[in-house]
């Protein structure tokens, strides 16, 4: 029933701010931007994920969190803080299993990173 893939969608407040963070700080590319209707779409690097917005008044921050898998999240995080990313207090770790950090994209959506720590 379901096909491979999946689509995040986030309300945001400036459109074109949220695109220059997803890209230029996370390194995601645009697939899709319609400005006529404040819409776009950006790839992530995991094939299928992709992840939409569309300008509206009034936003309110996701508590959720989109959580991108990363090899070494120390390594990762200090690449993202280089780049302007502020991340929420310290790298948690959930012994034997994950570390995760997180930090907010320009509208407040939670964001984490994660490293599997099950896999030798």
Request: charged content about 25%; overall charge negative; cysteine-free.
């Given at each position: ?11 945001v ?11 230029q700080k ?16 950006v ?14 008044q ?5 508590t ?16 993202l ?16 299993m994950?570390?995760?950090a ?12 994660s ?6």
């Open positions: 029933m379901f096909k491979p893939g999946i689509t995040v969608w986030y309300s407040k400036n459109l074109q701010q949220t695109l220059d963070f997803y890209t996370l390194g995601f590319s645009v697939t899709f931007h319609d400005p006529e209707s404040s819409m776009a779409m790839d992530t690097n995991t094939p299928g994920v992709r992840i939409g917005f569309s300008e509206a009034e936003v309110v921050p996701s959720s969190s989109t959580v991108f898998e990363v090899s070494d999240v120390v390594a990762a995080r200090r690449t803080e280089d780049r302007g990313v502020r991340f929420q207090g310290e790298i948690e770790t959930v012994p034997d994950v570390k995760l997180t930090f907010t994209d320009p509208d407040g959506h939670n964001l984490m990173l490293e599997d720590l099950t896999q030798p």
